[in-house]
Nanobody, 117 residues
Framework: QVQLAESGGGLVKPGDTHGLSCTAS????????MGWYRQAPGSERKWVALITRSGAINYEDSVKGRFTISRDNVKNRIDLQMVSLKPEDTAVYYCYSVDSGTLRTTWGQGTQVTVSA
């Protein structure tokens, strides 16, 4: 079993920079892709960004150029650096990991980011 623990949520102002972290523990040997989803109030959960074990990265179009995902395989951690935050970035952000063998997805508990003046 993999456990994911997110941190860094909070209340920020439009235009601010803010970061989230997610640390994996447990049976981490087979962790492949990791990344982030987010769920805004009244909306379904949507994919935001992913990073492979080798460092390949992809972003959802609305965050390209503003969000940066990074990964430290020694610390079993990913980070999401967010700049130029907008009110529409308000959501619960969920970290996820995918087992490279079983393709099972594990989710973190979620962390709230609120962008408001």
């Amino acid at each position: 079993q993999v456990q994911l623990a997110e941190s860094g949520g909070g209340l920020v102002k439009p235009g601010d920079t803010h970061g989230l972290s997610c640390t994996a523990s447990g049976n981490i040997a087979n962790i492949g892709n990791m990344g982030w989803y987010r769920q805004a109030p009244g909306s379904e959960r949507k994919w935001v960004a992913l990073i492979t074990r080798s460092g390949a990265i992809n972003y959802e179009d609305s965050v390209k150029g503003r969000f940066t995902i990074s990964r430290d395989n020694v610390k079993n951690r990913i980070d999401l650096q967010m700049v130029s935050l907008k009110p529409e970035d308000t959501a619960v952000y969920y970290c996820y990991s995918v087992d490279s063998g079983t393709l099972r997805t594990t989710w973190g508990q979620g962390t709230q980011v609120t962008v408001s003046a």
